[in-house]
């Protein structure tokens, strides 16, 4: 029988205090990037909310995004799953194997019909009406069919899922595609990531959790407030990139000072993600903190791109001509985008200040 107690119910039965619950509140806001009037509001929607069901699948994938989510911060993997959402169904976190397990998805799916969120990760290979992948004896595209009939929304976690990811990449030997070219009649936020930055798992599902639909999302269905900005846009090496000072080789001057790695493959200008903002390891590096360009893992078709080490442009460094060149049609596209977006939101401030 499903849990009808109430988040607020069941932190005090924990013994959570009320200082604890509103700094819980104030951190969820600030993670996506809320003014500090909406915490009111979060409370408020939080305390009243019940544990929805969430159904975790697993297809063409490494298992990376489920460690990723493992080792979230903000909030805390064991308190989605005890306290925020009921984790159902999912291979690697649940105790339940074989038919056990299968029955666990059908008695989630037939109870919360309609209303559970259904998570994906990894691509869905259709070539040979999907045999190269199954579960219990189902392809992975009928099952992905079978459970979204009764999701009220889909997340697709990782860039597999998102977008096809390695296992679609040339020559695609499995047809491999990611979950929006297969459904079609649901929401669909793309969480995307090589794999997804932990916090941006949880934060999106604090999000549905708190005001019941999913983020404002951009063209490419992922959350806007962790991938409107591109890895550039918010890097601290950008201020080198502006003086035109960049590392030649991994361990010249230029790298041990810090300068800017958009010579050595750096694909931060034409990648939109938190990763320079929200960090890894509980908030302690990122990449390119760690000296290593950006690979572009958030954005579509990224393993066919190019090298990794492969400069964007061989042109003047701050050339938008050059990076578009050297980048191809889709990241002229995104950087269109961008500069669009900038615009609108220039003119919004502009008729504000009126």
């Not at 694909?267 to 950006?294: L, M, Q, R, V």
Request: hydrophobic fraction near 40%.
């Amino acid at each position: 029988m499903r849990d009808a107690k109430t988040l607020a119910e069941r932190l005090r039965e924990r013994g959570i205090s009320r200082r604890g619950f509103m700094k819980f509140c104030a951190a969820t806001a600030s993670m996506m990037a809320l003014p500090p009037l909406m915490i009111p509001r979060i409370a408020a929607a939080l305390e009243q909310a019940r544990r929805p069901s969430v159904i975790w699948l697993s297809f063409q994938e490494c298992t990376g995004c489920t460690e990723s989510l493992t080792r979230s911060h903000a909030p805390t993997v064991e308190g989605l799953i005890f306290d925020h959402i009921s984790l159902d169904y999912h291979h690697t976190l649940q105790a339940a194997a074989g038919d056990a397990a299968e029955q666990a998805r059908e008695a989630a799916m037939k109870e919360n019909w309609g209303k559970y969120l259904l998570v994906v990760d990894g691509s869905i290979p259709l070539k040979d009406d999907g045999i190269y992948s199954t579960i219990a004896g189902q392809t992975n595209l009928a099952m992905l069919k079978a459970v979204a009939a009764g999701a009220a929304a889909i997340i697709s976690v990782g860039t597999c899922a998102a977008f096809g990811g390695l296992p679609m990449a040339n020559p695609n030997p499995t047809g491999a595609a990611p979950v929006s070219a297969i459904i079609s009649d649901k929401p669909i936020v793309n969480v995307s990531g090589c794999p997804p930055i932990p916090i941006v798992i949880t934060g999106v599902l604090a999000h549905f959790l708190t005001f019941g639909r999913l983020p404002e999302l951009d063209t490419l269905g992922r959350p806007k407030v962790f991938f409107g900005n591109s890895i550039h846009d918010r890097c601290y090496r950008r201020a080198f990139y502006e003086r035109g000072q960049f590392a030649e080789t991994f361990d010249d001057e230029g790298a041990r000072k810090g300068w800017c790695l958009f010579k050595l493959g750096c694909k931060g200008p034409i990648t939109y993600n938190a990763c320079a903002t929200a960090k890894w390891n509980d908030g302690t590096s990122f990449p390119i903190e760690a000296g290593h360009g950006c690979i572009g893992c958030s954005e579509p078709s990224f393993w066919d791109k190019g090298g990794f080490y492969q400069a964007l442009s061989k042109g003047t460094y701050g050339s938008a001509e050059g990076i578009a060149l050297a980048a191809g049609v889709g990241a002229a596209v995104g950087v269109a985008a961008a500069l669009g977006a900038r615009s609108r939101q220039a003119e919004a401030d502009s008729k504000e200040e009126k």
